[in-house]
């Protein structure tokens, strides 16, 4: 599941129960309600561009009136390559288990949304894996993606229909992530020459052991 680190880097909280923001309004003047459950904000430059709620009943997910679909995790596109995922859950896993790596995003209009105006966020992104749910419904969102942006390609997990599933299911995500990149952006295979750590993470611009931190 998600750590504490990465709920509290997304933002993420939880709502007890529905009140109203006379402040925001709806279409037909009335305040906008914001219901009990999963608090998911998406920010794109320190701007809150959408408010959606994760909720325990049928619709699973809601918003609150007046946001707009954007990138979800636009600000980690700052990396060679970038993983393009179905929902904020399993970008925020993602992002857990190999942020270091690459940069991870996804739409929050669901996996048919692409606006063109977002191709803008991975104008320096070199290469983009397009990896939404297996299923029918992602498989064709994830080629319309790749129809209109030359440099990305499409790619499935090994097992379950998403990154989350694939994770409950024993399934390594970093090391799924690793064999999706050119060998100048994968980690040493060597172990690290203080702790013999044979795990890398990718900070400001060098890998460095996971455990002592050793470049």
């Not at 599941?1 to 003047?29: A, M, R």
């Not at 803008?120 to 129809?147: C, M, N, P, S």
Request: glycine share 10%.
């Amino acid at each position: 599941g998600l750590t504490e680190q990465t709920i509290k880097h997304w933002g993420v909280g939880y709502n007890p129960s529905q009140y109203l923001v006379p402040e925001i309004q709806t279409f037909d003047g009335s305040p906008a309600a914001v219901f009990a459950g999963i608090m998911i904000p998406a920010r794109v430059d320190n701007l809150l561009w959408m408010l959606k709620i994760r909720q325990d009943k049928e619709p699973k997910y809601i918003q609150v009136a007046g946001g707009k679909p954007t990138l979800f995790g636009a600000h980690t596109l700052n990396k060679p390559s970038c993983l393009l995922v179905e929902g904020e859950f399993d970008a925020m896993l993602a992002w857990q288990e190999a942020g270091d790596l690459v940069g991870i995003a996804s739409t929050t209009g669901g996996a048919g949304t692409w606006h063109h105006e977002w191709s803008i966020y991975l104008l320096t992104t070199q290469r983009i894996f397009v990896a939404y749910d297996r299923d029918e419904t992602g498989i064709k969102a994830g080629k319309l993606v790749t129809a209109q942006i030359a440099r990305a390609k499409q790619v499935l997990v090994p097992a379950g229909k998403d990154i989350t599933e694939y994770h409950q299911a024993g399934g390594n995500i970093r090391q799924w992530v690793i064999s999706l990149l050119p060998d100048e952006e994968k980690p040493p295979k060597t172990g690290c020459r203080i702790c013999y750590g044979t795990e890398w993470q990718h900070r400001d611009g060098k890998w460095a052991c996971s455990i002592c931190q050793t470049p």
